[in-house]
């Protein structure tokens, strides 16, 4: 099905939905609101899909990777896959595993885009809705950016950074969501790096949560 179909099956206000991800993109505060050299409690948010469902995991840790709380939460699919429309999937599940955390971290890593998004990415719109700091930690990058060096940049304004964090891999790409600098975002992502993994290990944790969640719901 093409990607017209979709919008007219599911009655898609994409225009509607564009403006929407400018206007609150315009809300963003991209400073460290803490000092991130003290936080000591992480946060890592991964996706899958089951069947016509959606399950997002959180897994909240300390700064030794001890797991302190799990959590997930699963729905069906309420929107369609678009280009760079993702949050507007994804988002609801997110939320509701985050409003069954008992312990708040002092900062999310989600796999997706920051303000590297042309509008507003996923991990922007899931601090907007929460109010705690999140970065985006992406495997691509749009093609509105470019890179120099290890800067990203669109419309000559720096957006993000480049992390090589294995030897003969892809790069990761680093970008703040909401509540924290570009720079913050890129040293705590490089800091929380254990080789021989590629992310960082919050989100390590949340992916391979994920897998065990979604085996366990494949089996019954």
Do not use: W
């Not at 030794?64 to 507007?88: A, G, N, T």
């Not at 996923?122 to 950016?145: K, Q, R, Y």
């Amino acid at each position: 099905m093409g990607e017209e179909e979709i919008i007219k099956k599911f009655g898609i206000d994409k225009e509607k939905l564009s403006k929407e991800q400018v206007k609150l993109a315009n809300s963003l505060e991209l400073r460290d609101s803490i000092n991130f050299n003290l936080c000591s409690v992480f946060g890592g948010i991964e996706t899958t899909f089951f069947n016509n469902k959606i399950i997002a995991g959180i897994v909240i840790c300390d700064s030794k990777f001890e797991i302190i709380e799990q959590q997930f939460f699963m729905e069906s699919v309420r929107f369609p896959y678009l280009f760079e429309f993702r949050s507007y999937r994804e988002l609801p599940a997110i939320l509701g595993a985050f409003e069954k955390l008992q312990n708040k971290p002092d900062v999310f890593f989600i796999r997706g885009h920051g303000i590297t998004h042309p509008r507003l990415g996923l991990a922007s719109h899931f601090s907007l809705f929460t109010g705690v700091p999140c970065i985006g930690v992406a495997e691509n990058i749009f093609d509105s950016t470019k890179i120099e060096k290890d800067n990203i940049f669109r419309d000559d304004k720096k957006v993000g950074r480049v992390l090589l964090s294995k030897e003969k891999s892809n790069p990761i790409y680093i970008s703040p969501g909401n509540k924290i600098s570009i720079n913050s975002a890129y040293d705590l992502c490089k800091k929380l790096i254990c080789p021989p993994h590629k992310m960082p290990e919050p989100l390590n944790l949340a992916h391979k949560y994920i897998r065990t969640v979604h085996k366990e719901l494949a089996v019954k």
